[in-house]
């Protein structure tokens, strides 16, 4: 009787805002950290910025590093006020998905850093500020519907996600290869590749709670590509 009743609070526990709050902690909490590492840095950079001797190198970095950290900060913000899923999905394999996908990207930057020419440093701001750009603009549209796992909250066809069902992994994907580039070797494109197995494994997943969750998202799926226009 004990044992049945610990089920059934644990069954209902797992249902409260609470429950959600206390598993997104792990991610708050990294997301959290890097933003207190990098904004004072940030502050100082920008604090002492000189734009009659900033060179493109330096001012680059500013706006990687800033476009960067907002984006942690609205993900933070997000992770908090997310509504409750109504579909989650089970099993180890597509959590493990999820995770692999999220930062694979944090093995690349653990490799040694390549020296690049200006005009290639450009290249891969570029590529990291338009990527986390992109990204920002569909974590916005997604609002509180945000989740790392595959879980199902709300149906978002608006904004991006009218034409692209993961503008979100497309953002972050510009971005990647733009860092893979200042990392550029052997290793950091066989890391980069296997981030793209592990992401594509999630959109999958994703898509499979979320045609369980809402019976629409079969006719959504039809008129929308999964990642690329024209492409894929």
Not at 86 to 98: I, N
Not at 159 to 178: C, K, M, N, Q, T
Not at 196 to 216: T, Y
Request: proline share 5%; net charge positive.
């Amino acid at each position: 009787m004990r044992k049945n009743s610990l089920v059934s609070f644990l069954r209902t526990f797992e249902r409260t805002k609470l429950y959600d709050l206390l598993a997104a902690m792990p991610l708050i909490g990294w997301y959290g950290f890097a933003l207190s590492l990098q904004l004072p840095r940030l502050a100082h950079q920008i604090a002492s910025l000189d734009l009659a001797t900033a060179d493109a190198r330096l001012l680059a970095g500013i706006a990687s590093n800033l476009a960067t950290q907002l984006f942690f900060a609205v993900l933070v913000l997000l992770m908090i006020l997310r509504r409750q899923p109504l579909g989650k999905a089970s099993g180890f394999y597509p959590r493990f998905a999820a995770v692999a996908g999220t930062f694979m990207s944090l093995a690349i930057v653990m490799l040694p850093t390549q020296e690049l020419s200006t005009p290639l440093h450009v290249v891969s701001t570029l590529l990291i500020v338009g990527g986390i750009g992109f990204a920002l603009y569909a974590v916005i549209g997604l609002g509180r519907s945000l989740s790392m796992l595959p879980e199902a909250r709300r149906l978002v066809t608006n904004g991006p996600y009218s034409v692209i069902r993961h503008p979100l992994y497309l953002g972050e994907a510009v971005a990647l290869v733009g860092i893979t580039l200042q990392y550029l070797s052997p290793w950091a494109l066989a890391l980069l590749l296997l981030q793209c197995i592990f992401q594509l494994e999630r959109m999958k997943n994703e898509e499979l709670v979320l045609s369980r969750a809402f019976p629409e998202y079969r006719d959504y799926a039809a008129r929308t590509v999964r990642l690329v226009p024209g492409v894929y």
